[in-house]
């Protein structure tokens, strides 16, 4: 055991940043597919908000996909009904729309907290090996000094994986939290127009 994590030690980070650019390209999908996905979302919920804000009383809920529209819809349901309005009912369909919303997230999350820290993984292995070299070969500081720059290289890497990942994902958690905050205004705009 203690032979193969020398071996890991001594290996040197280059295997850690191909680690990170995998995570660069896995980060540059989410961010992507949630992109277009919450900008669909969004979209959707001001046009529903437009109409409702216009008076429109007969607006056709299923023009408007989305979790907006579908939490409305549940909401109108219960008041052509006449059945009173159950808060907790739609709180538990607010977690299952928040969730859909919020889906994929958590892995920009993860990679923006720790790719800074895989990339000192990567340096702090570079620079073990470069001392291991310089002891191998006797040579002098310069063979140390390539390796501390080649070393240092991963903790570059791993910052500019994590910058586009925090920033991504506070950005969306903030379209989420505006389109929630949103459906719930409009819920009470139509509870307040049918008492």
């Known amino acids: 055991m203690l032979a193969i994590l020398k071996a890991l030690a001594f290996s040197g980070g280059d295997w850690i940043i191909w680690a990170l650019i995998a995570c660069s390209i896995l980060a540059l999908a989410v961010i992507i597919e949630r992109g277009l996905f919450l900008k669909k979302e969004e979209t959707a919920f001001l046009a529903l908000q437009n109409s409702l804000m ?21 909401a109108l349901t219960d008041r052509s009904r006449k059945k009173p309005f159950n808060s907790e009912l739609f709180a538990a369909k607010s977690w299952t729309e928040k969730n859909l919303l ?11 907290s720790n790719a800074p820290f895989i990339g000192l993984l990567g340096t702090v292995l ?9 002891s191998q070969s006797g040579a002098g500081p310069e063979v140390v000094m390539k390796g501390l720059s080649e070393a240092l290289v991963t903790t ?3 910052l500019f994986v994590a910058i586009p990942c925090v ?17 719930e205004s409009l819920i009470v705009l139509i509870r307040s127009r049918s008492e």
């Open 54 to 74: 216009a008076g429109d009383e007969k607006i056709n809920l299923s023009e408007f996909d989305g979790s907006t529209s579908r939490l409305l819809a549940d």
């Open 102 to 112: 919020e889906k994929r997230l958590l892995i920009l999350g993860t990679l923006g």
């Open 126 to 134: 570079g620079v073990i090996k470069a001392f291991h070299d310089l």
């Open 156 to 158: 570059a890497i791993g």
């Open 167 to 183: 920033i991504s994902y506070n950005y969306f958690q903030d379209k989420v939290q505006k389109i929630l905050s949103g459906t």
